[in-house]
């Protein structure tokens, strides 16, 4: 049997990836040639003839700019994200770690996201193509296994519906590895998790752990529908067909990016990395802000919380801290809150027929917030129950206390105005 096991390792190496296109070591060398390369465990077999060549970072600049034109971001935090989507798959192995969901967002149908994303994916992919978000954790997990299976490079999730986000996909996007069993076999299965994440979506919500897990890269073009837009207003109207010709130049710039980084010694990135994507943050950013790539992780402070999550939190908060009954940041029981008419409660609470607060589903969401906060506000806890339960308060932050009081302010300005119309 040993002699056997022997023999298999010999004729099945470890291979940690398969790509199609040139792509990097985890020490910035490059994998240009075809076959297995035993140090990176990587196999390159290429799906086209790709002959890369020198540049220098302007210029590399300036091509992937060139490809990039036409996108109308709403911030250099979003173009900087569409240069990391472009990154991430040649600096995967430089890498330890996960790397974070790269999701293309703008307000309407037809404003370019999948074809942004596409793009994006196309220097190292050639044809790339999103999938459906399966419905439910089980699905979910099911459709995930079979992706890293069969060793995909990227995990495309295409005009996501509804809330993005459940467990199976938040603990993948976080993990280095992914154990589950082989549908229709009764083994388990570990596979290595090094595939680079997207999703598209026209402003869905996302859970607030789906959330702190993504980039966004917004678009949003300053017309009601952007599917009107004639093609000669374009620099390149044709764009997919445009950077199928060029892939060789485009992965050839974003190759010389990374390069450019490496041989001047790796200098480390002087912004705030991404929380659970330290590595990549340091690698990527390290990278653009090298390339003068403005913007790279620059959200808003707000970014990382789902906006219709914390816009109804904030006004919960508010609200409350106003009630001239349960308000003044004293304890009181969810009962007093329920019994009060000026606490603007969040649509969570309400019963089916969205009439009444459900006490139940009241006392669940106070205990999942516990701690949180919003616009300067923060709920808190009684440190003891009594005899009806805990005591629950809002309680305005000294360090945030004119943040509270604007917010105050807007909520008392927007009850005013609902009363006076």
């Known amino acids: 049997m040993r002699k056997v096991a022997s023999e298999k390792a010999k004729v099945f190496p470890e291979v940690e990836r398969v790509v199609t296109a040139p792509t990097l070591t985890a020490d910035g060398r490059a994998i240009d040639t075809p076959g297995y390369h035993a140090d990176a465990q990587v196999i390159y077999r290429p799906d086209e003839k790709l ?61 370019g996201k999948s074809l942004l994303a596409e793009v994006c994916l196309l220097p190292s992919f050639g044809r790339a193509a999103g999938t459906s978000l399966p419905t439910g954790t089980d699905e979910t997990r099911k459709k995930l296994t079979a992706e890293f299976a069969r060793g995909a490079g990227y995990v495309w999730f295409d005009n996501v519906r509804g809330k993005f986000g459940n467990t199976a996909l938040e603990q993948a996007v976080t993990g280095t590895e992914w154990s589950d069993r082989i549908l229709g076999y009764t083994v388990t299965r570990t596979f290595p998790v090094r595939a680079v994440w997207v999703s598209t979506v026209n402003n869905a919500s996302a859970t607030p752990d789906m959330r702190r897990r993504t980039y966004a890269i917004r678009i949003e073009p300053d017309m009601e529908n952007p599917t009107l837009r004639k093609r000669s207003e374009f620099r390149h109207p044709y764009l997919k067909v445009w950077a199928h010709e060029h892939r060789a130049e485009l992965l050839s710039a974003v190759v010389a990016m990374a390069r450019a980084w490496v041989d001047a010694g790796s200098p480390a990135f002087a912004g705030e990395p991404m929380g659970s994507f330290e590595e990549w943050s340091r690698v990527v950013g390290g990278i653009l802000q090298h390339a003068d790539v403005p913007g790279f992780l620059d959200h808003d402070d707000d970014y990382f919380l789902d906006d219709t999550s914390r816009d109804e939190r904030l006004e919960f908060f508010a609200s409350w801290n106003l009630d001239i009954k349960v308000g003044s940041e004293q304890w009181v029981l969810p009962a007093d809150l329920v019994r009060s008419f000026g606490v603007r409660f969040p649509p969570d609470v309400y019963d089916d027929r969205a009439e009444n607060v459900d006490r139940t589903a009241l006392n669940y969401y106070l205990r999942d917030n516990r701690g949180m906060v919003a616009g300067g506000f923060k709920l808190e806890r009684s440190p003891k129950r009594t005899a009806k339960g805990y005591r629950w308060r809002v309680r305005v932050l000294e360090n945030r206390r004119a943040e509270a009081e604007r917010a105050r302010a807007e909520f008392e300005r927007a009850e005013f105005e609902a009363v006076a119309s």
């Open 51 to 111: 002959t890369l060549r020198a540049m220098a970072v302007d210029e590399a600049k300036a091509v992937l700019d060139d490809l990039l034109y036409d996108f109308p971001f709403d911030s250099d935090a979003s173009k900087a994200g569409a240069y990391a989507l472009m990154l991430t798959p040649v600096v995967r192995a430089m890498v330890d770690g996960p790397t974070p969901n790269m999701q293309v967002e703008a307000p309407v149908q037809g404003s």
